[in-house]
């Protein structure tokens, strides 16, 4: 049910890969709601993806960017804000890859280029789409910019590997971004902390389907779905919440703060 909590509102999705992916979800409900988006991935990922399908639901134009080059983002907001005849009122940060992962490497006996590239995709990529809107004025006062991120940047989930330190930093960029945007002109940045789901990139991660069976029934509510994840970034992109800033806001079926469940008890009493 749409609310057009977003009308007249313009928005950046990056990340959306294919209908399994958070960025993909979170791309229709904005527009049910009522903004304008452009949607942008690395040129390799519009290849693989699907996203053109997407663009031709959402209306919206596909831009060709990849987070880790700078001119691509300049030409990224200065296309976008030519498109809309304006600046921007929200973004959402969906890119991660976990390098030594993709090539089955473990924690213990990482590749230290593999290990940098993962940082830069993963994490670093935050602060440098944020630096390039801040230095282009793109953003309006109160639009609103979140990332996604995972509960492995708290606690230790072993086959997360490398992408465990890289959500840590991508929090760590929120808030430092966040204060120093929010001073500026009031932007407000924010991370969402999701339960796992089974996109395209997450099924990549060793032993996922256990993650996923695992934090069903530890989660008193379940795991949040990626449309659930979609609703919440509506909310958080709107009017509704513009005092919430620098925040890791974990959206996880209250999975974050159950010590054990007694599903999992009983599991284990078996």
């Not at 282009?136 to 992408?163: H, K, T």
């Not at 991370?191 to 996923?212: C, E, H």
């Not at 909310?235 to 959206?251: E, I, R, Y």
Request: net charge neutral.
């Amino acid at each position: 049910m749409a609310h057009n909590l977003l009308k007249g509102k313009k928005g950046i999705i990056f990340g959306a890969l294919d209908e399994k992916s958070i960025a993909w979800r979170t791309a229709l409900r904005c527009v049910e709601e009522g903004a304008e988006i452009v949607l942008t991935n690395a040129p390799i990922a519009l290849r693989m993806g699907e996203i053109n399908k997407l663009a031709e639901t959402c209306k919206a134009p596909v831009i060709p960017a990849d987070v880790t080059n700078m001119d691509d983002l300049t030409n990224l907001f200065n296309k976008s804000m030519e498109h809309f005849g304006g600046k921007i009122d929200f973004v959402l940060h969906s890119v991660a890859m976990g390098m030594n992962i993709r090539k089955g490497r473990s924690y213990m006996d990482l590749d230290y280029d593999f290990n940098h590239k993962t940082f830069d995709i993963s994490a670093i990529s935050l602060h440098r789409v944020l630096q390039t809107a801040y230095k282009l004025d793109a953003l309006n006062e109160w639009a609103s910019v979140i990332a996604l991120s995972y509960i492995a940047a708290q606690r230790v989930f072993p086959d997360y590997g490398e992408m465990a330190d890289a959500k840590a930093l991508l929090e760590s960029i929120a808030r430092s971004f966040g204060y120093h945007y929010g001073t500026h002109k009031k932007v407000r940045i924010n991370t969402i902390s999701q339960s796992p789901v089974k996109t395209t990139a997450g099924g990549g991660v060793k032993g996922f389907d256990g993650f996923m069976a695992y934090a069903e029934n530890m989660s008193p509510l379940g795991n949040a779905t990626a449309d659930e994840c979609a609703n919440y970034a509506v909310a958080l992109f709107s009017d509704l919440t513009k005092m919430v800033t620098m925040q890791n806001l974990f959206h996880d079926g209250g999975f974050s703060f159950t010590g054990v469940s007694q599903g999992v008890i009983n599991q284990m009493e078996k």
